[in-house]
């Protein structure tokens, strides 16, 4: 996320984290990532959408996410129009990081090496996630 980049979504670091956890705000506002195998989301396997946690913008749809073994959720393609990518030259090392093009949060990593037809894997930190469930006819909520 560059403080330069304009997203339609925008709001004082001090209201993002009102509206944030602690965890939330660091990674999708300062970049961080979740320990590995932490996010309840890994174990998610019903169909529905995985949402931006800062701004509910659709990113994955559920039949898109696979098992990668990496500790993160892990999607084969996303939303079209909804993720961008950025060159993160930290850590010593050069991976490309995907943001959420309406607020501009820091949701991960895609790296080459997933599943056909994409070969991509989108790497998501869970925390930087929601996930809504696909209503299922005759049940209520």
């Not at 980049?5 to 660091?26: D, G, I, M, N, S």
């Not at 501009?104 to 996630?129: E, I, Q, S």
Request: charged fraction near 25%; hydrophobic fraction near 30%; glycine fraction near 12%.
């Amino acid at each position: 996320m560059s403080s330069t980049k304009q997203y339609p979504v925008e709001k004082p670091q001090e209201e993002w984290r009102r509206e944030l956890t602690a965890e939330q705000f660091h990674v999708l506002r300062e970049h961080g990532t979740e320990r590995a195998g932490t996010s309840p989301l890994n174990d998610e396997h019903r169909a529905g959408m995985f949402r931006c946690a800062g701004c509910g913008q659709p990113l994955f749809e559920a039949s898109a996410k696979f098992e990668s073994g990496s500790g993160w959720p892990s999607f084969s393609k996303a939303v079209g129009g909804a993720v961008a990518t950025s060159e993160d030259d930290s850590h010593s090392m050069r991976r490309t990081e995907i943001h959420c093009t309406r607020c501009g949060g820091h949701l991960g990593h895609v790296f080459p090496d997933g599943p056909a037809p994409t070969g991509l894997r989108y790497c998501t930190n869970g925390v930087a996630l929601s996930f809504q469930p696909t209503a299922q006819p005759g049940v209520r909520r």
